[in-house]
């Protein structure tokens, strides 16, 4: 098993992952704000690599991309400035990009450096499934990399079925037919929609992500998944303040503490900090 697997082995309700934007707000920012987010507990992340057109994301997140690539953001100065992050966190690390760059990186070599930087994972949103099975996953289950498949309200009871067999690592719920970007409270609709695929007892887990803002949302994503993922609301924090500031920000604004609050630890002990979670 690789860290995704482990952590939901060890871990079933209350994850959170938190996206960001590599880059962004400034080019040589990533390692800080990975180490900060460890630090004050979070689960997972998920390291964003701009592109010029990032479909699938609201104008936060748009924004973001556009700033980090006038900053010189790359996927290759990423990996640059990922090699050896695995002597200073051990949560897990997923990447989150469109195919275009990394095709022109080339898929395999790609996959070869997320492997050898400790990535543990990659969410590609255009990447067509068919793709995903005949081409891409031999690839990638070569170098134990998980590939994160999303579904949305419209996915059918028998595509998700299909991408929960042959997936691994977590289920993507995007919680609404719509573009990244933060939502007061979800409405019975999509609290129907979190209910229906609970109730489908999937192999895999599943977070909750596109909305999750605040102390509400992020409940409700608890409530019907093993966690939540928050993109937009922690993109926007880290424009207005440091990284540090930004990470105790983001979980003042869904009702938890940091580990370093709680317990006044400047270092991240997992096996402590996962007996008192």
Do not use: W
Not at 1 to 16: D, S, T
Not at 120 to 135: A, C, H, M, R, S
Not at 168 to 187: C, K, L, R, W
Not at 259 to 270: A, I, S
């Amino acid at each position: 098993m690789n860290r995704i697997q482990q952590l939901f082995g060890r871990k079933e309700k209350n994850i959170l992952s938190v996206y960001f934007t590599a880059g962004y707000p400034a080019f040589d920012i990533t390692r800080e704000i990975i180490g900060e987010l460890q630090r004050q507990g979070i689960d997972m992340v998920e390291i964003g690599i701009p592109f010029s057109d990032p479909m699938a994301d609201g104008i936060v997140i748009q924004n973001a991309a556009a700033k980090a690539l006038q900053n010189g953001m790359s996927l290759s100065k990423l990996f640059g400035q990922l090699r050896n992050i695995r002597s200073e966190v051990d949560i897990p690390l997923i990447l989150m990009g469109y195919l275009n760059p990394i095709m022109q990186y080339g898929f395999e070599n790609f996959c070869r450096s997320c492997h050898e930087v400790g990535v543990d994972g990659v969410i590609i949103p255009d990447l067509p499934f068919k793709d995903y099975l005949e081409e891409y996953k031999p690839v990638a289950d070569r170098y134990d990399l998980n590939v994160i498949m999303l579904i949305t309200p419209e996915t059918s009871e028998e595509r998700i079925r299909f991408i929960d067999r042959n997936t691994e690592g977590f289920i993507y719920m995007v919680s609404s037919a719509a573009t990244t970007g933060a939502q007061q409270s979800f409405d019975e609709v999509k609290q129907e929609y979190f209910r229906r695929i609970a109730a489908m007892n999937l192999r895999n887990p599943r977070l909750i992500g596109f909305g999750i803002s605040n102390r509400e949302t992020f409940d409700s994503a608890c409530r019907n998944a093993s966690g939540a993922i928050i993109g937009s609301q922690f993109v926007k924090l880290l424009a207005q303040g440091s990284p540090a500031k930004a990470v105790s920000r983001l979980l003042e604004m869904i009702g938890k503490k940091s580990v370093e609050n709680l317990y006044g630890f400047k270092n991240h002990d997992n096996i402590f900090i996962e007996k008192f979670r």
